[in-house]
């Protein structure tokens, strides 16, 4: 797998599993103030604790993808949200998605940065993708 992952020493002595993410806009926006919404935007996700990827849970997928979903609504307004489409994916494209029942108990995610809008292309898996 190729996501970008990593594990770093924190301040107490433990582990944080950083993943880089990335929110994925498409759409024709009908509101001028829309127009320069869709393309690429980078976020970087601290973990409470180390994760296998490839063994994330449907509700921890659904954790990451509603915390960074809220963090990219903080930074970035959308008049307009029905001419978008908004996912949530790895740096390999896959998609994290939300499940449709509240979760209260979050219990992996310690933090999410906003990066911004990332210019230029985007590559996934080998593939270039405008950003």
Known sequence: MSMSARTKPAGNGTSVTELEV???VTGDASNAEDHNVPGTYGHAVRL???IDLAKLSPAQKSEIAELVLDEFHERQGIECLDDFIIEVRLVDGAVLEQLDEDLD???????????G???????????????
């Open 48 to 50: 409470l604790r180390p």
């Open 22 to 24: 990335h929110v994925v």
């Open 105 to 115: 108990d979050f219990d992996l995610v310690a933090n999410v940065d906003h990066h």
């Open 117 to 131: 809008k990332i210019e230029g292309p985007v590559t996934v898996q080998g593939r270039e993708r405008r950003g």
